[in-house]
């Protein structure tokens, strides 16, 4: 077989996999007692050894099964889940990670596992602290609660040694009947291979093959749950025949991929358990939740809590698209929407009414298109968020602080072209306000705030933006500092410093080299950073702020563009010059008189609605030469906004709003001052991309 075209399917699905074990190994660190959720954990681990096997990944799939046994041994309350365990359980899906990207960037996936897999050995053999045991877990409970934890593991032998029937009254008494019209009654237990990769395909030929002996009266897992390929290796039959057990083996084992088949001929009289040990059975399955639950005290409610973590499955309507192919798709249609724009021009200047309409008609199916397109390019920002919790856990952990979590909007969409570059920015935020933000639990004692820190991560909709906050509760940040390290660096000036409000004091964490942290550590205290984030969100067309509550908190709020590639845009000309203002960053439009301009601190300013804005003439920021056309004497301004600034660009004239497409300026004009890039205009002409950030100080 060909592997190569299922390596893209089996990264992928190792991926999901990998990430769903990150996700409940999280939830199971506060709640190691949650059967579901290690069943989860198994379910993932498992699929992934599989299809590692079958890939050819060794070493991926050895470790997958040494992680399999812990966790076999953990739901079947063998062994009880502690830090240690944990630990090495991240460990594993750190080396997992790490092979997958091996594979992933044209490696083998092989890495030193012997380790790591020596680890998971020592603690089947429990040879990890006392704690890992049951019993070590039980140590400070009474005799009676021990004496009454044997008498409910007896009674889950008694239930296992009669589980692999589990047949009801009903059905005892149909296999009874048929038994006594010259039938057999066989319990028929088939394990498919490790390597098998349509499950659900041989349970079907299998019951398809038993079928044709007689009548199947139970399956375990149900019919449903088989064809849903919801069973990890093997499932059971019940079937009513008068063939022998030999010639149902053979039917079995002759279907490909079928590991092994265990038949057993079903004797109701000896099976069917009396009313007593019913009682019995009932009574001490019913009691030793009770016990549990009265053990386990607050643990129980938080299990409750949490079960919605275990996602129900649901049949898949989606279908996977490679990347690269929306990537081409979105380029071929930017250039439909430059040929849309220089056809609308043609028409208009025709004035051919039946032309006018086609064109007309054509740009609306565009406009459908072009929102379908964008659509199709829209992710959840969920799949960046994903990554942190993690993050957070092992950060927490070195800085030695107890910190919670919170993500907010994980469902919120943004174009992948965003998605892309905004995991590292919110990376250093998160790590910001983990090291300086959240104090240790002693200072937040002392403080009379919770021992446990919140950093909310939050992702919403507005407009045509996205705003994602990175919030904590911390001790907020120190103002006197800022401005002492900002002077001491020379960031502001003594005279300069004394205007600053708070909000911007705190801005000054954003330039270049400034860092408040005491000491150089991992995590913080080299002065890079923030402006690192400054820089990349802007270069998303965004912008980021700060603000900060002493004592109560710091919040970074980042705001992005819904996609990069097309955007609207307001054409104005200056000379013989077209530019493209992108609309979001518009407020309005405006024509002042002479009369309205005034000069403050050196500069042209107007009144805007009660507001002082600066006028920024575009003609000599970029050096424009005049032309000895006459001019009207009024001034054409577009008001444009920064975060809560504002500055009105002088230009000569609008043109009118226009969907554009936004293209690079290639390597060799790198860094061109307040031009973000260019488009083609329907008259084939190009026009630079005015980056409003850039001229607002």
């Known amino acids: 077989m060909e592997m190569n075209q299922y390596l893209d399917m089996f990264i ?69 889940i502690n830090t240690d365990i944990m630990d090495v359980i991240f460990k594993c899906v750190d080396v997992l990670e790490t092979m997958l990207y091996s594979i992933a960037g044209g ?73 006594q019209s010259g039938y057999h009654a066989y319990w028929v237990k088939t394990s498919v291979k490790d390597d098998c990769v349509l499950k659900a395909a041989r349970a079907y030929m299998v019951y398809d093959n038993l079928e044709s002996f007689g009548e199947i009266i139970k399956t375990t897992p149900s019919v449903e749950e088989l064809e849903e390929e919801k069973f990890e290796k093997s499932f059971e039959i019940v079937l009513i025949s008068k063939e022998t057990e030999d010639k149902i083996e053979k039917a079995v084992m002759n279907v490909s991929e079928i590991e092994a088949v265990e038949v057993q001929e079903i004797q109701p009289n000896a099976q069917r358990p009396s009313a007593v040990q019913q009682e019995e059975k009932q009574a001490a399955t019913s009691a030793t939740p009770t016990k549990q639950a009265e053990t386990k005290g607050a643990k129980g409610e938080k299990t409750a809590a949490q079960a919605p973590v275990a996602k129900k499955n649901t049949t898949s309507k989606t279908i996977r698209v490679d990347i690269e192919r929306l ?123 919770p021992e446990e820190g919140l950093v909310q991560l939050k992702a919403y909709h507005s407009g045509n933006h996205v705003f994602i906050e990175v919030r904590d509760d911390g001790k907020g940040i120190n103002r006197d500092k800022v401005l002492k390290k900002a002077l001491e660096r020379g960031i502001i000036t003594e005279q300069a410093a004394s205007s600053l409000s708070d909000k911007q004091i705190y801005e000054l964490l954003f330039a270049s080299g400034l860092s408040t942290a005491d000491q150089i550590s991992d995590v913080s205290g080299r002065g890079v950073g923030l402006d690192v984030v400054k820089t990349k969100i802007e270069s998303l067309g965004g912008s980021c702020s700060v603000d900060s509550n002493p004592g109560a908190g710091t919040t970074f709020l980042i705001q992005l563009p819904l996609t990069l590639s097309i955007i609207s845009a307001m054409l104005v000309q200056v000379e013989d010059e077209k530019f493209a203002v992108p609309l979001s960053s518009i407020i309005e439009t405006a024509v002042f008189s002479p009369d309205d301009i005034m000069h403050a601190h050196q500069q042209d300013v107007i ?40 500055a009105g660009l002088v230009v000569d004239s609008f043109i009118g709003q226009q969907e554009i497409v936004l293209k690079s300026l290639g390597k060799y004009l790198t860094n061109v001052f307040a031009i973000s890039g260019a488009t083609i205009l329907g008259d084939g002409q190009v026009a630079l991309i005015i980056d409003c950030n850039a001229l607002i100080k």
Do not use: C, W
């Not at 699929?47 to 953990?74: I, R, S, Y």
């Not at 009454?148 to 589980?163: F, G, I, L, P, R």
């Open 327 to 449: 990537d081409v798709l979105m380029n071929l249609f930017s250039e439909l929407v430059i040929d849309r724009g220089r056809l609308e021009q043609l028409a208009r200047e025709s004035g051919q009414s039946a032309l006018m309409e086609t064109v007309e008609h054509m740009s609306r199916i565009s406009g459908d298109l072009q929102n379908i397109i964008l659509t199709m390019r829209m992710v959840p920002v969920e799949q960046v968020f994903n990554r942190f919790p993690r993050m957070v856990r092992d950060l927490a952990k070195d800085l030695n602080k107890k910190i919670n979590l919170e993500i907010v909007g994980a469902d919120t969409e943004l174009d992948r072209t965003v998605i892309d570059e905004i995991g590292d920015p919110l990376v250093h935020l998160l790590r910001n306000s983990l090291d300086h933000g959240v104090e240790s639990a002693e200072e937040r004692r002392a403080a009379g705030k």
């Open 12 to 80: 992928e699905e190792s991926k999901e996999h990998i990430q769903a074990i990150n996700d409940h190994l999280l939830v199971l660190e506060n709640d190691p007692e949650n059967v579901n959720l290690i069943n989860e954990i198994f379910r993932s681990a498992h699929t992934l050894k599989g299809m590692a096997a079958t890939m050819g990944f060794e070493d991926m799939a050895a470790l997958t099964h040494e992680m399999e046994n812990v966790l076999d041994q953990a739901r079947n309350h063998k062994l009880v």
């Open 607 to 646: 009144d805007f609605r009660g507001r002082i804005v600066p006028l920024v003439s575009l003609k000599t920021i970029f050096n424009i030469p005049d032309s000895v056309e006459h001019k009207d004497s009024d001034i054409s301004v577009v008001i444009v906004r920064k975060g809560d600034k504002m």
């Open 107 to 179: 490696g083998d996936g092989k890495e030193d596992v012997s380790h790591i897999v020596a680890a998971l050995k020592a603690i089947l053999k429990g040879e990890l602290p006392v704690s890992i045991r049951q019993e070590g877990a039980s140590q400070f409970e009474s005799a009676s609660e021990a004496e009454a934890e044997a008498a409910a593991t007896a009674t889950a032998e008694t239930v296992a040694d009669t589980k692999p029937y589990q047949l009801d009254e009903y059905e005892f008494t149909v296999i009874e009947q048929s038994i």
